[in-house]
């Protein structure tokens, strides 16, 4: 059975960085794209940035220039690399791999930024 562990997340000082790691034990077949979303208190969860199957990525606008989605296939692993981080970036992110057929989610991990 699939799960995707979340971790990385945690309290940083604006302009700091932090990196999500979202690993898949388990296998996944069909894998459409892989992608990092977030919910911040009282808003919609919103798409942060996405990582197609064939390794085109795209970012929020918000973020872009300052995140980056990556994977390693060989550790069947999933990450965001966010640096230059600011109070609005303060949410629940959770980490997607998509299927054609099915939608797997992360557990959530929470990310603050606060000074």
């Known amino acids: 059975q699939v799960q995707l562990v979340e971790s990385g997340g945690g309290l940083v000082q604006p302009g700091g960085s932090l990196r999500l790691s979202c690993a898949a034990s388990?296998?996944?077949?069909?894998?459409?794209?892989m992608g990092w979303y977030r919910q911040a208190p009282g808003k919609q969860r919103e798409l942060v940035a996405i990582i197609t199957s064939i390794g085109s990525t795209h970012y929020a606008d918000s973020v872009k220039d300052r995140f980056t989605i990556s994977r390693n296939n060989a550790k069947n692993t999933l990450y965001l690399q966010m640096n230059s981080l600011k109070p609005e970036d303060t949410a629940v992110y959770y980490c997607n791999w998509g299927t054609t057929i099915a939608s797997y989610w992360g557990q959530g991990t929470q990310v603050t930024v606060s000074s």
């Open positions: 388990g296998s996944i077949f069909g894998i459409s794209a």
